[in-house]
């Protein structure tokens, strides 16, 4: 898994170094058997955007890596700050921020429209999606409400 995952990765980009760190949890720690992959890249301005997949049964480790590397290569393509499941997180926090605040990401995904429209009712931010011309980028844009918590 790990081993076709960097395979892959080195395919890609060949003068990147790839580190495995191989992590098997202690049985008392997780529930049944199974497999999964995170591969993560730091790019050359410190974002860090990652790829994963979780193995069922019947589906090849090899075919697992594959996915996590694919999907890491996806979001490293969009050219954006964060990943595909890290954009929807940062909303609240966005809404929450005092000023204007600004993201670039890859292609929207549901759970980030989800989580705008969520935050735009619980909180009055006002959210804007730009797409940026000729990519699959996207600016979120958002002013934020300044939200300060007067018990801290």
Request: a negative charge; hydrophobic letters at 40%.
């Amino acid at each position: 898994m790990a081993s076709v995952a960097s395979t892959i990765l080195r395919k890609q980009y060949r003068d990147v170094t790839v580190d495995i760190e191989a992590v098997q949890e202690p049985k008392h720690a997780a529930f049944g058997n199974g497999t999964g992959i995170i591969v993560v890249a730091e790019t050359s301005t410190g974002c860090r955007l990652a790829g994963s997949a979780l193995g069922k049964r019947g589906v090849p480790a090899q075919q697992v890596g594959q996915d996590a590397a694919d999907m890491l290569i996806r979001n490293l393509q969009h050219g954006g700050c964060v990943d595909e499941y890290l954009q929807d997180q940062l909303i609240i926090f966005m809404a929450l921020a005092n000023g204007k605040s600004k993201v670039l990401c890859g292609p929207i995904t549901l759970h980030t429209e989800t989580a705008i429209s969520v935050a735009e009712i619980m909180t009055q931010a006002k959210f804007t999606i730009t797409p940026v011309s000729g990519t699959e980028q996207n600016m979120i844009e958002c002013q934020g409400i300044g939200w300060t918590n007067q018990q801290v």
